[in-house]
Every structure is written in structure tokens, then in C-alpha cells.
């Protein structure tokens, strides 16, 4: 049977064979470049947000949320590139409950193959009196002016009282009705501030699903803040209680505490398909690349312990777990490592790899570059990585390209760099920058090389930025590996990260500290 609360081209469903029934759909709508980037510290820029959403696309996302077209003219035009770019995941714009909103994310969307609008506005008490200072039929009837107005734009407009989990019941279920009449195709319930339980947050979908009198026309969403530690179970409970769409975030990423992790979402549904009515069309082996690309872009490490996506996630410690997992994987797995992208680290290309095998492998990863130029800088790249670094992998190649795309548009670049430590000596570093072609040097001490590097820097552009994150990953494994550096600078409110890979991480630190000074420069200039 399928599900009377599907809507026109959303409509299918998956067949379990299993169970002889029919499976229904469980959509996925990814905030990451909307409630992920109010993470304080988490902004991206365009072209960060577009290789995210590339990579929700090969995932198979359903719905990206790509911004707050009406927050910033930067927003506006990330999500009117990420409309342009992506064609296979319908691309989905916020909009306050105002006319001038709703224009902006209309008109940011107008390139999309498939576009959303999401309209809010709150109905809780304590938001309607002392943020909106307004009366609850105000409230009422401008949120549906608001579906009504965003319906010239689309038909596939979602609508969310905000801060829904503290709202009074009959009156959310006066606005529900309302919106839905208005024209609204999702109506998303959102614990906004992390504050309700499991059980009572699907009993709140339960009852609302039973009180609105047509809520049959629409399809239910939840949006859950995991200010207790909750979002995800939350989030569970409403899809049990008939909600059959999850606001999520890759890693969890969102205001304060985060939003409901994507991926713990995907994969207890997946896991626990006796226990669900529905499913998922995620491809999940693109899971852990994703997570990856998220914490590198945004700076924001991924704890070790972290489900599905940390690194120890599948490493088993105790003896007595080694034995059982070496006898049957199942005795300590529920899942499988590889499922969810896990070793997708492949060897990819090595010292010997022409162009036409670089070209290939970036199209099966779904890197596009947007020149042939682009292609023979990063090729060129490509080889002197190679004539450091035995064997290639994917990670690399996202790292590459990922270098090549910041430095092309860099007002600052690294031209050289010569860095010394050596036991029972002061650290000391030599850079050569070229601020729009022209090139400047300085020379520091420091407590240790990376700092030596980063003084000599300051000693030539005097940014004065305050440095508020500095963290190093490997990309792969190896002592070869490629390090990549996150930088976080700060400077007059304004917030900055900046990335570098290399196999030298001195190198890597000072193409990171240089992206996240041409991050913030762009940034003040606006
Ligand atoms: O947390 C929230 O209430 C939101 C809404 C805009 C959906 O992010
Ligand atoms: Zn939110």
C-alpha cells in the first residue's frame, strides 16, 4: 500500500520482501549548508557549499537546504549556485514568514531543477510575546499569507512553527490547518530548542497527525536540536508516530549542541527495518567521505567515539570482542564498516597515472572542475603529490582539488616556504607570499615551526586575526600521508577557517593559515 501522506512526485515506495509489505519512503532533507553553517565558526563559502552538496547528491539526499537566501547577499548566492549546480536533489531555500523572504529564496532558487521554499515563523508563548511581539492570531494569519505568497513561487512549499516542541497544542494544530489549507506540502515540527523527550515528542506527532482535521494533504517533518543529547531519538520517535521526513545534518553539525546527525538517523532506520514502517534512499557508502569533507571544510573534528562516523566506530579493543568479531563478524557488528563508506579510501592512482586515469577517477568520485585549466593545474599537482607520496588515494585526490579550488581564487599564496627545527635550536621559518602577484617575505622565530611559520606570516600582512583554531588531521594512514591543517581566524566579529593539505605539514599549516587570512579578507570586504 503506499502512503496516504505522499505527495506528487515524492510518491513511492520501497518493497520489503522480507516482510511482503511495501516499505514507504522516508525522505531526507540535509541542513547542513543552512543549520550546520549557524554552528558558530562552521561558515563555508560557495564553493565549499557546492563540493558538500555534490557529495549529499551522490548520496542521494532527497532535499539539500542550501541556505537563508534573504540572511546575506553571500547566502543568496550560495544557494542560487548550489540551485544552478545540482540536479538530482530538489534544492530548498529558508524564508522568514515575510513577503521579502520568501521573494529572495523564490528568486534564489529560480535555476533549480526541483526547489523548496521553507517558510517559518514561531508559535510557542514565549517567542510570540517576547520575539515577535505579536498575538497568536497574528501569528495565524501570517503564516498563512506566507505559504500562500511562496505558492506563486512553487507548489512544493514546507512550512514550520518554530519552537513547535513548547507550542500549545491547539493552537499549533489551528496554524497546521491553516498552512495546510494555504497550500503547504510539509508541515516540519521542529524542537528548536532541544527541550522535549522521546516518547513525548512522538506522541506529539501522533496526536497532531490525529487533531488536524486535513492532515492527511500533507507529509510530517521534524527538525530536532540535540541540546540534551536527544535530536537523534527524537527524531526516531516522530518517524515511528508517522513523521516521513528527518531534518538532519552531516556529523550533527547545527546551533549550539547541533541538529540530529544524518547519518545515525540513516543507519538505525536501515539497522532496524523490523522496527520501522519506512526507509531511506540513501546510499550510505558515501557516508563516511561526506562526514569527512564536512569536518575538514568546516574545521569542526569528528570525536573518535562518535557513532558511525568516528574513527573508532568499527575498531574493536577488547581481546574477548576481537576473538568474537574473527569468529562471526555479528557476535560484537551490527552493521558493516564498508556499508557506510568505511575503507572506501581506495588506492587510487599512483606515480605512473596519465591524465585520461586522473580524469576518470575524478569523474567516478564526482569532482567536476570548471576548466581544462583547472584540470592541468590540479594534474600537475597531482604528479609532484605523487613523486612524494607512493600511492595515491581518493582522500587525496578530495584534498588536491580541494587546495586547487582555494588557491585559484587566492588573494594570498604561498610561494615558498623553509622552515627549521632541530633539538636544542629556536624553531625558525622563512615565507614567501605573493599578494596579487606581488612578493613579500619575512623571517621568524618560534615556539616550534608552525609557529615560527605563522609569526613570519603575521610580520608580512599584520592581519592582527586572533587564532582561534588550529587542528591537524591525517588523510589517510601512513606517516606519508598527506596532513591537513584547519585553521580558524577571527577578526572584527568576523569568522574565518582556512584549509591546507600537503605532506609536510609545516607546508600544509601555512597554505591553511594563508586560505583562512583570503577567507576573512573576502569576508571584511563585503
Ligand atoms: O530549529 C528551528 O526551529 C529551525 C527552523 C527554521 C526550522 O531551524
Ligand atoms: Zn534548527
Redesign the pocket.
Given at each position: 500500500m503506499l502512503c496516504k501522506f505522499c505527495i506528487s512526485t515524492q510518491i513511492f515506495s520501497i518493497y520489503d520482501g522480507d516482510r511482503e509489505r511495501m516499505k514507504e519512503h522516508l525522505i531526507v532533507f540535509d541542513t547542513t549548508l543552512r543549520?550546520g553553517e549557524q554552528s558558530p565558526g562552521a561558515s563555508m563559502t560557495q564553493e565549499e557549499k557546492i563540493r558538500i552538496a555534490r557529495h549529499l547528491e551522490r548520496m542521494k539526499v532527497d532535499i539539500i537546504e542550501a541556505g537563508f537566501p534573504a540572511a546575506s547577499n553571500g547566502d543568496f548566492e550560495a544557494v542560487k549556485a548550489v540551485a544552478k549546480n545540482i540536479k538530482e536533489s530538489t534544492i530548498c531555500g529558508?524564508a522568514r514568514a515575510t513577503k521579502n523572504d520568501i521573494d529572495r529564496a523564490g528568486e534564489a532558487l529560480r535555476g533549480a531543477n526541483s526547489a523548496r521554499i521553507h517558510t517559518?515563523i514561531a508559535t510557542s508563548p514565549v517567542h510570540m510575546e517576547k520575539k515577535l511581539r505579536m498575538s497568536p492570531d497574528q501569528v495565524f494569519e501570517q503564516a498563512v499569507k506566507a505559504v500562500k505568497w511562496a505558492r506563486q513561487y512553487t507548489d512544493n512549499v514546507e512550512f514550520?512553527p518554530?519552537?513547535a516542541g513548547r507550542s500549545n497544542l491547539d493552537f499549533l494544530c489551528r496554524v497546521l490547518e491553516g498552512v495546510i489549507e494555504a497550500g503547504a506540502k510539509t508541515l516540519?515540527i521542529?524542537d528548536?530548542v532541544g527541550f522535549t523527550m522521546p516518547e513525548q515528542f512522538g506522541q506529539l506527532i501522533h496526536t497532531i497527525r490525529k487533531q488536524v482535521p486535513n492532515s492527511d494533504k500533507a507529509i510530517f517533518s521534524v527538525?530536532c536540536?540535540n541540546d540534551l543529547g536527544l535530536a537523534v531519538a527524537n527524531s526516531l520517535a516522530a518517524v515511528i508516530n508517522g513523521a516521513r521526513q528527518v531534518e538532519c545534518t552531516i556529523n550533527g553539525l547545527g546551533?549550539r549542541a547541533g541538529n540530529a546527525s544524518l547519518e545515525e538517523i540513516v543507519m538505525a532506520v536501515r539497522t532496524r527495518q523490523d522496527l520501522f514502517l519506512c526507509d531511506t534512499t540513501i546510499d550510505a557508502t558515501h557516508i563516511v567521505p561526506t562526514s569527512k569533507l564536512v569536518s575538514s571544510i568546516t574545521g569542526f573534528p569528528v570525536q573518535p567515539n562518535k557513532a558511525i562516523v568516528g574513527a573508532n566506530a568499527f575498531a574493536h579493543e577488547a581481546g574477548i570482542h576481537q576473538d568474537g568479531v574473527l569468529k562471526h563478524r555479528e557476535t560484537y557488528e551490527i552493521m558493516r564498516a564498508e556499508d557506510v563508506g568505511w575503507g572506501a579510501n581506495k588506492l587510487s592512482l599512483g606515480k605512473h597515472s596519465g591524465r585520461n586515469a586522473l580524469r576518470s577517477r575524478l569523474t567516478e568520485l564526482g569532482i567536476e572542475l570548471e576548466s581544462e585549466k583547472i584540470f592541468n593545474t590540479t594534474f600537475i599537482r597531482f604528479k609532484e603529490l605523487a613523486d612524494k607520496k607512493h600511492d595515491i588515494f581518493d582522500e587525496d585526490l578530495h584534498a588536491l582539488v580541494s587546495n586547487e579550488a582555494t588557491n585559484l581564487q587566492e588573494h594570498y599564496k604561498l610561494v615558498s616556504l623553509t622552515a627549521h627545527s632541530e633539538t636544542g635550536k629556536t624553531p625558525y621559518a622563512k615565507v614567501v607570499i605573493s599578494e596579487m602577484g606581488k612578493e613579500l617575505q619575512a623571517e621568524s622565530n618560534g615556539s616550534g615551526p608552525v609557529d615560527a611559520t605563522f609569526r613570519a606570516i603575521e610580520k608580512i600582512l599584520s592581519s592582527d586575526a586572533e587564532l582561534q583554531l588550529y587542528s591537524v588531521n591525517n588523510i589517510t594512514s601512513g606517516t606519508d600521508s598527506q596532513g591537513e591543517v584547519t585553521v580558524r581566524l577571527q577578526k572584527s566579529g568576523r569568522i574565518a577557517n582556512g584549509n591546507g593539505s600537503d605532506t609536510d605539514i609545516v607546508t600544509a599549516s601555512a597554505k591553511a593559515y594563508l586560505s583562512a587570512l583570503n577567507n576573512l579578507h573576502s569576508k571584511l570586504q563585503k
Open positions: 543549520d529558508l517559518f514550520s518554530e519552537d516540519n521542529p528548536t527538525h536540536h546551533e
